[in-house]
T-cell receptor, first 111, second 113 residues
Framework: EDQVTQSPEALRLQEGESSSLNCSYT??????LFWYRQDPGKGPEFLFT???AGEEKEKERLKATLTKKESFLHITAPKPEDSATYLC????????????FGTGTRLKVLA | NAGVTQTPKFQVLKTGQSMTLQCAQD?????MSWYRQDPGMGLRLIHY???????DQGEVPNGYNVSRSTTEDFPLRLLSAAPSQTSVYFC????????????FGDGTRLSIL
């Protein structure tokens, strides 16, 4: 069964304290792995798409990487405005348009 | 550019009532989908559409109906509301390729009493 697991569930960092969020997945054939950011009371906002192992994407303080079993979202020198829930999703090969989401990591960056 | 617009933002229903959650996008996207988000459960796919006139079931379709008569609109109907349907509902759309990222609305917060 296709599955996405994110860890940790919650993370508190001091401003400037770098860390990584993990997204492990089991799918029979990965068609795409997506990272989103979700602020309270809002819909998810797209960050990155990764398609194949070894691929990396960067945007400001965020860097996403992908292996055959997991993806990491690295946050370098975070700021309080990076506080949000970060969601990971994979595109299931079983259907043309079925995304499987993880339960997210709630990140709090303290000033 | 409005993106994905969901209405209403909040709704309270009584058990057994029916209602329609509206979703509209102005990006000419072919793919649209409905999710529900519950604490500790993540986003779960209810129904999706790959174009006007074409819909299919997701992971949790029971108790919900959809139709897609135009490219822009994808309403979600609750046939007979139950307390288990209390949730936050999100609509999303994406372009021609299913590998393109989804754009989400800001959700409808629905409470069933």
């Amino acid at each position: 069964e296709d599955q996405v697991t994110q860890s940790p569930e919650a993370l508190r960092l001091q401003e400037g304290e770098s860390s990584s969020l993990n997204c492990s997945y089991t799918v029979s054939g990965l068609r795409g792995l997506f990272w989103y950011r979700q602020d309270p009371g809002k819909g998810p906002e797209f960050l990155f798409t990764l398609y194949s192992a070894g691929e990396e994407k960067e945007k400001e303080r965020l860097k996403a990487t992908l292996t055959k079993k997991e993806s990491f979202l690295h946050i370098t020198a975070p700021k309080p405005e990076d506080s949000a829930t970060y969601l990971c999703a994979v595109l299931s090969p079983a259907g043309t348009y079925k995304y499987i989401f993880g339960t997210g990591t709630r990140l709090k960056v303290l000033a | 550019n409005a993106g994905v617009t969901q209405t209403p933002k909040f709704q309270v229903l009584k058990t057994g009532q029916s209602m329609t959650l509206q979703c509209a996008q102005d990006m000419n996207h072919e793919y649209m989908s409905w999710y529900r988000q519950d604490p500790g459960m993540g986003l779960r796919l209810i129904h999706y559409s790959v174009g006007a006139g074409i819909t299919d079931q997701g992971e949790v379709p029971n108790g919900y109906n959809v139709s897609r008569s135009t490219t822009e609109d994808f309403p979600l109907r609750l046939l007979s509301a139950a307390p288990s349907q209390t949730s936050v509902y999100f609509c999303a759309s994406s372009g021609q390729s299913s590998r393109e990222p989804q754009h989400f609305g800001d959700g409808t917060r629905l409470s069933i009493l």
